[in-house]
């Protein structure tokens, strides 16, 4: 039996009160609002994330703010106990809302380019982190992955 590879994304959800905050706070709000905001830690192949990881809320500090046309989202400073997954190219941001430019619209990761201006009264906001595997949908646990260990153990 060939394993399948899960992609997608993982990182920090935020929860309905944050991102209602971020959308409030945007000095210029876009067409399009991202409805399940994140950070994202990294994007691909899925990797687990220890269990006492998981299940806990989290505080992010927004630090800055950027808009274009196109994308609309702040930019943030990780706790330190996850630093070390943070694998994004880009800093760590929250897309907040997206435009559109010509009939192109904007795409989340693109803010993770823009040039944030550092806002003058930080703030917190939370989130949890998890997983967003294509064709599975969001999952914040690693019962995705415990599935996979019992699928293998049958097919030997």
Do not use: C, W
């Amino acid at each position: 039996m060939e394993k399948k590879e899960m992609t997608g994304f993982q990182g920090i959800f935020l929860d309905e009160i944050s991102k209602k905050r971020l959308i409030d706070l945007q000095e210029r709000k876009l067409k399009y609002i991202v409805e399940d905001m994140h950070i994202t830690f990294k994007f691909g192949k899925t990797e687990m994330y220890p269990e006492e990881l998981l299940n806990k809320d989290y505080e992010v500090k927004i630090v800055g703010y950027a808009a274009t046309d196109k994308n609309s989202g702040f930019q943030v400073e990780l706790p330190e106990e996850l630093k070390a997954y943070f694998k994004n190219e880009n800093g760590p941001h929250i897309t907040v809302s997206i435009g559109e430019v010509d009939g192109v619209k904007g795409k989340a990761y693109e803010t993770g380019l823009l040039h944030f201006n550092e806002i003058k009264e930080p703030f917190m906001i939370s989130g949890r982190l998890g997983y967003y595997i294509y064709g599975k949908g969001k999952i914040m646990d690693n019962t995705v992955f415990k599935k996979k260990e019992i699928d293998d153990e049958i097919s030997r």
